[in-house]
């Protein structure tokens, strides 16, 4: 745990913390890279401790130091830090691992924060560990959504248009980055169709949401029949599927 440089001295200096000295030593030596010393006086490489996982060590470090966010050390005594891998971040310090990319989101090499940026509005991303913004894929026809948006059920049908129930089809298919040889088939039981005639359609209408004109009229909330009343004041319109009771008139008579 001590050294002596030069020669003719009757006492010897301590190894400072980060270092060690063996019996007879001329010098300090440095505790080996992955490892580090935090007292003085330490007699070999033994004595210094293993940095832990989620850390490295420099040689002659007196201290771990943590990973910043976007990196890892999966195992003890580590010497560096690994970047996150594409399709992985970690927002945290001193971490042994990454964590998938979210849905609706990419995660380049060394990524500290999932990008949501990257499937625009108008597109969405079902997948998990994803790399770039080529597992974005778009809404249906006539149909727009949210920024980092995770499935296409987040798309709804765009002004002037409305969403139907349909049969199921496949949207599209994604090939997952993660694992190119997984390809993910969309499925969805809608569309976007034009608005009908004495209908109002704003972004994100459906059948049951159609907003009727004054003057018009529906059996039910699922009916796309739009009839007139006569006259037109026994009907208000809107989302209601009654005609006013204004007049003892019938809404078609």
Not at 42 to 61: I, M, T, V, Y
Not at 107 to 113: D, I, L
Not at 175 to 199: A, H, K, M, R
Request: glycine share 10%.
């Amino acid at each position: 745990g001590s050294y002596q440089s030069a020669a003719g001295e009757t006492a010897c200096m301590e190894c400072a913390a980060g270092s060690y000295c063996e019996e007879g030593s001329s010098a300090e030596r440095p505790c080996a890279a992955g490892s580090f010393g935090n007292a003085s006086g330490l007699g070999g490489q033994h004595e210094c401790h293993a940095c832990p996982a989620g850390s490295f060590c420099f040689a002659g470090a007196t201290a771990a130091t943590e990973c910043s966010a976007g990196t890892f050390a999966a195992n003890a005594s580590s010497q560096l830090c690994a970047a996150c891998a594409e399709g992985t971040y970690q927002d945290q310090f001193g971490q042994p691992s990454c964590l998938p990319c979210k849905v609706g989101h990419f995660c380049p090499e060394g990524s500290s924060v999932p990008i949501p940026a990257a499937c625009d509005p108008g597109t969405f991303n079902p997948l998990e560990d994803q790399k770039n913004s080529g597992s974005c894929k778009p809404c249906p026809r006539k149909a727009t959504g949210p920024s980092a948006a995770e499935s296409a059920e987040r798309c709804v049908c765009e002004e002037e248009h409305f969403k139907i129930q349909r049969s199921p089809f496949v949207l599209v298919e994604i090939v997952d980055q993660s694992d190119t040889s997984n390809i993910v088939p969309i499925t969805i039981s809608w569309e976007c169709v034009p608005c009908l005639d004495g209908v109002e359609c704003a972004e994100g209408t459906y059948t049951e949401t159609l907003n009727l004109t004054a003057g018009r009229w529906r059996t039910n909330a699922t009916s796309m029949v739009i009839e007139y009343c006569v006259p037109a004041t026994n009907c208000l319109g809107g989302t209601n599927t009654v005609w006013s009771s204004l007049s003892s008139a019938s809404p078609t008579s």
